[in-house]
T-cell receptor, first 110, second 112 residues
Framework: KNEVEQSPQNLTAQEGEFITINCSYS?????LHWLQQHPGGGIVSLFM???GKKKHGRLIATINIQEKHSSLHITASHPRDSAVYIC????????????FGTGTRLQVFP | DVKVTQSSRYLVKRTGEKVFLECVQD?????MFWYRQDPGLGLRLIYF???????EKGDIPEGYSVSREKKERFSLILESASTNQTSMYLC???????????FGPGTRLTVL
């Protein structure tokens, strides 16, 4: 079983819909990252969080440390939000390496 | 503006060739990483460097080596390329353990 699981694997939405992508992990962590990858390869860091909630524009990320779960929400989705969204965790103690989920592919149609 | 650049976007090599992938960052970051990304497997760490001349093996180092002679540059070397090394290679850097990672645009390597 992967230490970081994302759901769903694929998601399609109509423009304007509210979107939620989930990330569950099985290890103790010190931080969780949400990343965005557009077709063509480049990866951009969206959020890094260790507790609570962060907001940037139409994107909101939440984390529940006790439940080992994080969600990424997109409000008023737009076709330009179409991308792969990747969750990654930094394990607690003695490691500098991120563990990555396999990503959620989002397509938003006009 | 923060930048991580990679020497090539696309590369085609033959089996057995020695391949060099270069990564340069302009942010004075301590840490640099090389990942490969394959469909269904996500990002996997090949090597990590936490400072100049310092390196640590990642999850899949076999068939690869790295070099970090200067802080801004981290090179990935495929000593003898094989077809199973056909992949997307991504470089990243960060200031420290609790900082975000910045990724390069990726190099899509095909080994024939």
């Amino acid at each position: 079983k992967n230490e970081v699981e994302q759901s769903p694997q694929n998601l399609t939405a109509q423009e304007g819909e509210f979107i939620t992508i989930n990330c569950s992990y099985s290890v103790g962590i010190s931080a969780l990252h949400w990343l965005q990858q557009h077709p063509g390869g480049g990866i951009v860091s969206l959020f890094m969080l260790s507790s609570g909630k962060k907001k940037h524009g139409r994107l909101i990320a939440t984390i529940n440390i006790q439940e080992k779960h994080s969600s990424l929400h997109i409000t008023a989705s737009h076709p330009r939000d179409s991308a792969v969204y990747i969750c990654a965790v930094l394990r607690l103690h003695n490691t500098d390496k991120l563990i990555f989920g396999t990503g959620t592919r989002l397509q938003v149609f006009p | 503006d923060v930048k991580v650049t990679q020497s090539s976007r696309y590369l085609v090599k033959r089996t057995g060739e020695k391949v060099f992938l270069e990564c340069v960052q302009d942010m004075d970051h301590e840490n640099m990483f090389w990942y490969r990304q394959d469909p269904g497997l996500g990002l996997r760490l090949i090597y990590f460097s936490y400072d100049v001349k310092m390196k640590e093996k990642g999850d899949i180092p076999e068939g690869y080596s790295v070099s970090r002679e200067k802080k801004e540059r981290f090179s990935l070397i495929l000593e003898s390329a094989s077809t199973n090394q056909t992949s997307m290679y991504l470089c990243a850097s960060r200031a420290g353990r609790y900082n975000e990672q910045f990724f390069g645009p990726g190099t899509r390597l095909t080994v024939l």
